[in-house]
Structure formats: C-alpha cells, structure tokens
C-alpha cells in the first residue's frame, strides 16, 4: 500500500492503473483510501482514474467525510462533478441492495394501502404548535409502489412543504428496468430517474457513462451536463452537512405498569395493535455543517434557488442559465503542502490537525431518549420498510433518519410507534397505521396526461 500512497502523492498515474477495488478501497493507517488522498492532494487525473477502476466515494476519511465534501471544500469543480457522478452510481448500487427484497415483497404479498404518520414537535415551548404534520400514504399494487407525501423536508431551521407523489416501478425480470417517477401535484409535472440492470447484475444509471470509458478520464467540460453542473453549483453554495445516530452506549428497558414501574409489563393499543412499550436511552443525535467553501456570494444566490425549490419549482435550469451561480467566488481551502515523506512519519493526531487546518464546522448534539412501541403482529417487518423507503433517503433528511434507526438495535417485534430525532431541538413521533389489504386503483400508478416532464429535480 506504500507504494501506491507514494504514487498518488507523486501523481504517477501509472502505478495505479491495474489495481484491484480492494487495494484501492482499503484505509491506510490515517484512515484514507487511495481516492480520499487524491482528492485532498487535488491530483485530479488520479482521483478520476481511481473512480473508473472502482472507487467508492462514500468511504469516509478520519473526521467522517467522504471524497465529495472534501472536493467540495476546496471547491474543485472537476472533482465535485466526477464524485456526484460516482455519488449518483452509489445510490443507484445501494437501491440495488433492496431489489430483491422489493421484488420479493410484491410477490408475496397482496395489494394493500398502509399509512404512515409523522407528527413533527419540539422540546422548545410553543414551537411544537407550528411544526406540521405529515402522513406518508402507500400503496402497491402489483409491482408498483406508490407514496404520497405532504412533507418535503427539514433543512437548516426552515420547512418545506410540496405535495408530491413517488411511483416506483419494481422490475420483474432482469431485462425490466427500475424506475422511479416523482410527481409534484402543485406544479403539475414529474421527474424521471431510470435505473438499468447491467451484466454484473448491478445497477447503473441509464444515462451514465460508461467508468472505464475516455469521458471518465478527460475534464468533465468534455462533456456538457446542466443537470450535473447544476447539482455542483447547489453544492458550493450550501453547507456540507452530515448528520448521524450513534448508539454506541443505547440501550433499551421494557417500560411497567403501576407506579414507579412495579407492577407487569406495560403494553398499548396503537394502530388496533397490541404493542408492548419499550424506552431507548442514550442515543446521541449528532448534526455537523461546515461552510468554509461558501462565499456570501454563492450563499446569496444558493438562498435565492432555495427559496425556488421551496415554492415548487423543480426545473429550475432556466432560472439557473439566466442567473448562473458566481462560482468564480467560492472560497479554496488551502492546506499546507504535505510531501509523502512527511505523511508517512505523520502520528494519527499530527494528521488530523492537518486534515482540519481550514474546516469551519458548526457541530450540534443531543442526548435523545425514544420510547418504542413493539408488535410481532403487524403484516410487515423491519427489513420489508427498510427496502419501500430505501428509494426515498438521498432526498428527504427525515426518511434518512427513519432508516437509519429502523437499523440499529431495537427489541423484537416491529416498531408501530416510535419517536425519532429530525434536529437538534426537533422529534417526529412515526406512527404506522391504517394497514390493509385492498385492491388498489390502477389509475394511481399513471403519470396524469397533463403533467410535463421537467429536465432535472434539485432537492
């Protein structure tokens, strides 16, 4: 591994070239893999020969950021536009995961209608009386899943509220294509987002090029992509923002009857339901921004697309070629030169206090409690919810946050309520009721005639 490290410091592009996707997705003693270096190095031909061999983007470097946030730190606009590229590959990959149980959760069970309720509230006084609530609908109906929703998301303080709907096409066979449309009623259109099943059995985006292809290795101005230059420039002008549960130290206590909790197990009707209760403690909410890419200018104009997006405007390329964003300002985070020599020598903390020498975070945490309620009754499991909402996570921070405690440790049984944290000061208590099995109108799971199809979707 040494001497591929040396390589990239030296930017030899040929003693990289025929490694396999484990020696270049491996960590070495600092916790970079061979891209993550190449990206904080800024050798570009590196960086984007590594991705066309394999390179995962989303492995994350000692403070827990991937390749993209590091690019977009030092606002590099070739490498922030190869890596959401091989970010957008990644999430079609991580869908793929689901494929299976997808396609097994429309073969085994019926039709059916279920409902999902999420009731946003805060601990801070008043502010729980404003905070909206939002019930996701589902239905499937042979191999299409539909979702509607009301709520768009929680971001930096602020809400944005669209009806929207998801259809998702479930392929069938290997030869069907997977497809999600996302339809926004109050604009009256729909975006498109085509995944392909390759010979390897993995998804690619259908309009991706091909990794090994020459595009892969040439400057990304090569080849003109609005939708992709678009997404780079959202990228520099909004904060780099990762938010994360760690249950290291949770744990969970079955919640008693009587007073002071002596008498017998508590248990609660939700959802026409039996549940027994549950108490989670200890799990630590854990949000981080860093903003030190983003000029007042790029903040500027990212607030003026923003407050689009919010009002239902989701092909916003025309807005953007007539008010194209002043990326000329983004601020570069300039770190001191390193040679190989010196990173090498390098002990773990000496590294990090050269790897956070220009990060400007803001980082906020809170201790969180949940109470849980448990159901070995109800029709579905946790993987089969996991799967249906896997599709959602790239484009909703509260979807992303249901998932994610879906899969940490939780008592047996389904969780038919729970409460889970969205920010800092916020909660959204999950609720999933109104489950059954029914015929579904056929006519839900069509595009209507009159709506447009828009050329990109910003979220």
């Not at 929207?164 to 339809?183: C, Y």
């Not at 975070?361 to 946790?382: D, G, H, R």
Request: charged letters at 25%.
């Amino acid at each position: 591994m040494e001497t591929y490290r040396q390589a990239v410091f030296n930017g030899d592009i040929n003693a990289i070239a025929s490694l396999s996707e484990d020696i270049i997705n491996s960590k070495d003693q600092h916790g970079n893999t061979l891209l993550m270096l190449a990206v904080l190095l800024e050798r570009e031909d590196i960086a984007l020969r590594l991705l066309a061999q394999g390179a995962k983007q989303r492995i994350t470097n000692a403070m827990d950021w991937d390749a993209l946030s590091e690019a977009v730190s030092l606002s590099n606009m070739r490498l922030v536009q190869a890596l959401l590229r091989a970010d957008e590959q990644e999430t079609a990959e991580e869908i793929a995961k689901h494929k299976e149980k997808l396609r097994e959760l429309c073969t085994k069970l019926q039709d059916f209608y279920m409902e999902i309720n999420l009731n946003i509230r805060s601990w801070v006084p008043l502010v729980s009386r404003i905070l909206p609530q939002d019930t996701l609908k589902i239905w499937k109906c042979g191999h299409v899943i539909r979702v509607d929703s009301q709520l768009l998301d929680i971001a930096e303080g602020s809400l944005c509220r669209n009806e929207l709907t998801a259809l998702i096409f479930i392929p069938q066979t290997e030869e069907d294509e997977f497809k999600l449309l996302r339809l926004d009623h109050k604009t009256k259109s729909y975006s498109e987002h085509t995944l392909s099943l390759s010979k390897d059995d993995e998804y690619s985006l259908s309009n991706k090029h091909d990794r090994t292809s020459e595009a892969t290795e040439k400057p990304s101005e090569d080849v003109h992509d609005s939708n992709l230059d678009i997404s780079c420039a959202l990228s520099l002008s909004t904060p780099i923002t990762q938010v994360d549960l760690i249950g290291r130290e949770s744990y969970y206590t079955q919640m008693m009857t009587g007073y002071f909790g002596f008498g017998q197990p508590r248990t609660d009707i939700v959802a026409n339901v039996e549940c027994a209760v549950y108490k989670l403690s200890s799990l630590q909410f854990l949000k981080c921004q860093r903003t030190e890419h983003i000029s007042p200018e790029l903040k500027a104009w990212g607030s003026r697309v923003k407050a689009r997006i919010e009002e239902g405007d989701f092909d916003i390329s025309n807005y953007v070629q007539s008010n194209p964003p002043p990326l000329q300002t983004a601020r570069h985070s300039n770190r001191s030169a390193l040679l190989f020599e010196e990173y090498a020598a390098m002990s773990k903390d000496e590294f990090l206090q050269w790897l956070c020498g220009p990060i400007h975070t803001v980082t906020k945490a809170k201790t969180f409690s949940s109470t849980l309620w448990m159901s070995s009754e109800f029709p579905l499991n946790i993987d089969d919810i996991v799967a249906l909402l896997s599709p959602f996570e790239e484009h909703s921070s509260i979807i992303q946050t249901l998932v994610k405690f879906l899969q940490t440790k939780l008592p047996s049984g389904f969780p038919v309520q729970l409460d889970i944290p969205v920010a800092p000061t916020v909660t959204a208590r999950v609720t999933f009721n109104s489950f059954e099995f029914k015929t579904c109108d056929k006519t839900l799971m069509a595009v209507p005639d009159r709506y447009k199809r828009v050329s990109s979707e910003c979220s």
